[in-house]
């Protein structure tokens, strides 16, 4: 008896499929997720070439100048990617579960795939402002600065690799959820 007991609890249970009602709240709670986190990228790209606006007037050393230019041009093609690959598509509505169902794989794939390239659209583009502005600060500024110089660029490469990071792993989580939908 004790054996039929062990084989009957070590066997897989099947994961029910999700009713439609749990694939319209996941699929609200995505796009309501990713309509807040764009704005707030927005607001913080905005936030940020404004500050990089200010730089070019105040700075007269004409490396950080043009470092700023460059991150501001990096800042509006990051916003730019950000509306091509991060955006949500309008919700289906009244559309049968199959419709939900494509909407929100689709929604999980575009988000994946917008995560999993963080590296290339997201990041790559301001490096070179950056580098540039500090490299500009380095030789502009008295010797004694430099070493708060160093470390705030260590600072913003650690925040570029906690980025990049954190990305990998959230597309790491919407690919389970896409794999799950699929069983």
Same mark, same amino acid.
């Not at 940020?48 to 490396?63: E, N, S």
């Given at each position: 008896?004790?054996d039929?007991?062990?084989?009957w609890?070590?066997?897989e249970?099947?994961?029910?499929?999700?009713?439609?009602?749990?694939?319209?709240?996941?699929?609200?709670?995505?796009?309501s997720?990713?309509?807040?986190?764009?704005?707030?990228?927005?607001?913080?790209?905005?936030?940020?070439?404004?500050v990089?606006?200010?730089?070019?007037?105040r700075?007269?050393?004409p490396?950080?100048?043009?470092?700023?230019?460059?991150?501001?041009?990096?800042?509006?093609?990051?916003?730019?990617? *950000?509306?091509?690959?991060?955006?949500?598509? +309008? /919700?289906?509505?009244? @559309?049968?579960?199959? %419709?939900w169902?494509?909407?929100? !794989?689709?929604?999980?794939?575009?988000q994946?795939?917008a995560?999993?390239?963080?590296?290339k659209w997201? *990041?790559?583009p301001?490096?070179?402002?950056l +580098? /540039?502005?500090?490299? @500009?600060?380095?030789? %502009?500024?008295?010797?004694?600065? !430099?070493?708060?110089?160093?470390?705030?660029?260590?600072?913003?490469?650690?925040v570029?690799?906690?980025?990049?990071l954190?990305?990998?792993?959230?597309?790491?989580?919407?690919?389970?959820?896409?794999?799950?939908?699929?069983?």
């Amino acid at each position: 008896m004790n054996d039929l007991k062990t084989i009957w609890r070590s066997q897989e249970t099947e994961d029910a499929p999700m009713s439609l009602d749990e694939i319209r709240g996941q699929a609200g709670k995505l796009h309501s997720r990713v309509r807040r986190r764009n704005i707030t990228e927005l607001a913080g790209g905005a936030a940020g070439a404004v500050v990089f606006g200010f730089y070019i007037w105040r700075f007269p050393d004409p490396m950080m100048r043009a470092g700023s230019v460059l991150v501001i041009l990096g800042v509006l093609y990051v916003c730019w990617q *950000l509306m091509v690959r991060g955006r949500t598509n +309008a /919700l289906p509505g009244d @559309g049968s579960a199959a %419709s939900w169902s494509d909407y929100y !794989r689709r929604e999980l794939v575009r988000q994946r795939d917008a995560l999993k390239d963080v590296w290339k659209w997201y *990041l790559a583009p301001l490096v070179p402002g950056l +580098a /540039l502005f500090i490299a @500009g600060m380095v030789l %502009s500024m008295p010797h004694a600065a !430099r070493g708060a110089i160093a470390a705030a660029g260590a600072f913003c490469a650690v925040v570029f690799l906690a980025v990049g990071l954190l990305n990998a792993w959230a597309a790491r989580q919407l690919q389970k959820k896409i794999d799950a939908l699929r069983d």
